[in-house]
């Protein structure tokens, strides 16, 4: 092969190479369980085995000790112990969302079952209130008005309703 072909092979590689570590250490921030952790040591493990025997081959291929198709039988058993891992570990984190998302909708739930009970209890504190506003203070003053009307119509012989009582009414 020409030279420029195996520099541009060389740059396609070595690019490859610094996603994956980007990759690595942007979703290793993301962790929060500790089999995710486990998984992803293991992931770490086999994609350094698999950055490692792609440098091997560059090398060799740079040097022209190793052919094009050497190289992509070395990189071609690197890269399925790394998808492998790779599968492990998407799997491993798609359950843990799953989880997440169940705990939110639980959690969802639990506080639309908290307002609405709340609402409810407000309500039917509110009618209490109402009920006894009109039992012992609304129901005594319009009778005591209703007979004060009537006193002042003339009816003497009336008893005011409500006159022994020692509160404000």
Same mark, same amino acid.
């Given at each position: 092969?020409?030279?420029?072909e195996?520099?541009?092979?060389?740059?396609?590689?070595i690019?490859?190479?610094?996603?994956?570590?980007?990759?690595?250490?942007t979703?290793?921030?993301?962790?929060t369980?500790?089999?995710?952790?486990?998984l992803?040591?293991?992931?770490?493990?086999?994609?350094?085995t698999?950055?490692?025997?792609?440098?091997?081959?560059?090398?060799?291929?740079?040097?022209?000790v190793?052919?094009?198709?050497?190289?992509?039988?070395?990189?071609?058993?690197?890269?399925?112990?790394?998808?492998?891992a790779?599968?492990?570990l998407?799997a491993?984190? =798609?359950? $843990?969302?799953?989880?997440d998302s169940?705990?939110?909708? @639980?959690?969802?739930?639990? *506080?639309?079952?908290?307002? +609405?009970?709340?609402?409810?209890?407000s309500?039917?504190?509110g009618?209490?209130?109402?009920?006894?506003?009109?039992?012992?203070?609304?129901?005594? =003053?319009? $009778?005591?008005?209703?007979?004060?009307t009537?006193?002042? @119509?003339?009816?003497?012989a *009336?008893?005011?309703?409500? +006159?022994?009582?020692?509160?404000?009414?």
């Amino acid at each position: 092969q020409d030279p420029e072909e195996r520099r541009h092979a060389s740059d396609h590689t070595i690019a490859a190479i610094n996603n994956l570590r980007w990759l690595k250490s942007t979703y290793a921030a993301l962790l929060t369980l500790e089999e995710e952790r486990q998984l992803f040591a293991a992931f770490d493990q086999r994609s350094e085995t698999y950055i490692a025997a792609q440098a091997r081959a560059l090398a060799g291929f740079r040097a022209g000790v190793t052919s094009a198709s050497g190289v992509h039988s070395t990189l071609d058993r690197s890269s399925h112990d790394l998808e492998i891992a790779g599968d492990n570990l998407l799997a491993a984190s =798609l359950q $843990s969302a799953e989880d997440d998302s169940e705990r939110v909708d @639980a959690t969802v739930d639990f *506080l639309i079952f908290t307002a +609405a009970s709340g609402m409810v209890f407000s309500l039917i504190l509110g009618l209490w209130s109402v009920y006894l506003v009109r039992k012992r203070i609304l129901g005594p =003053l319009s $009778s005591m008005t209703n007979a004060l009307t009537e006193l002042a @119509a003339g009816n003497t012989a *009336l008893e005011v309703p409500f +006159a022994d009582r020692t509160d404000e009414v």
